[in-house]
């Protein structure tokens, strides 16, 4: 039975992402505990009911988790695993999964894991070989509706196991890899871009980050949002105290206000408004509750800063108290949160008013 559901997460957050996945899943009936050390950058849970880790997924959004960058239902784990035949004990658990038509062979996010990854890239060529071989991976071009994963811990010891394609994340590692763009004048950019990817579809970048849109960036400076928005030819107010990039003002499509992001007032509604000012997070909270009552924009894409201690708590009760006044105003919308690859002591949000 299937009843590990392995998570990874940022090293470090493994508590955020424990407690997450074990409050999600009792609201949804499913009872287990989770295991993990601290950063090793991965939480196992282990499921105690009848129901299984599929079964979890089935009904749990994998977008509903913040902290969690890919989620695996998987066997027991495979440890002290021969060096001279690792393939056929893997043969042989790989026989009860559901069937899927690639592998992904992974390693933690850490120093530990990345030093892995040469022979994780070997070795998982090695194993995904054997397994067509043996007829237990369908041909690459059929569609399935699993992924197989081998999370490798060490030369000896693997996790194998499954994720649902659509309900789970596409990335390896649960990562979007980007490429920082020279010009960008704060490694902050990253962030933005990668949002972008993450909550909106590809279908409606288009529509909603489009050639000619107005945007508002509270906590601008030095820029690094700013030239995300320039680069898509979005007229761009800049407000922050702190001093721009000079290349980004010379686009032509900045201006930059000097003035306080908690008081500042657009003249009319923009497209979009982005924020990535430091401040405590019930703050920020409230600042981006006050822009989506008064519909100043429909696209809210925000950073919260986490504290130091009880972070999962914080995050949650910030979504609750938005989701109040957001309620009380009589606003549709959707709202995700996600502990991005590029953030570090902070989450990203995104809500999108009807
Ligand atoms: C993390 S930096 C922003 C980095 C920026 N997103 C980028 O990509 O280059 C935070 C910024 O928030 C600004 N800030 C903090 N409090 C602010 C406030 N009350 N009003 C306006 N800006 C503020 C700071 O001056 C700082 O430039």
Known sequence: MLNHLLIYCRAGFESEAASEISTRAAELGFFGYPKFSPNRAFV???LTGQQGAPELMEQLKFRRLIFARQWVACTDPLSN???KDRITPLLAAADGLPQSAELFVETADTTDGRNLNSFARK??????GAMRQAGLMLPRKQRANWRTHLFVIDGQTFWLGVSPIKNSCRWEQGILRLKFPPSAPSRSTLKLEEAWHWFVPKADWQAKIESGRTAVDLGAAPGGWTWQLVNRNMFV?????GPMS???MDSGQVDHRREDAFTFKPN????????DVVEKPSQVTELMAKWAVNRWSTILIFNLKLPMKQRFNEVESCLEQLQSILAEAQLSYKLEAKHLYHDREEITVYLELN
Request: proline letters at 4%; hydrophobic letters at 45%; charged letters at 20%.
């Open 246 to 248: 000079e290349e980004l």
């Open 237 to 241: 107010t800049a407000v922050d105290n």
């Open 44 to 46: 196992l849970f282990h």
């Open 81 to 83: 695993v021969s060096t």
């Open 123 to 128: 070795f998982g060529s090695a194993l995904s």
């Open 268 to 275: 009319k509604p923009v497209d979009m408004l982005v924020c």
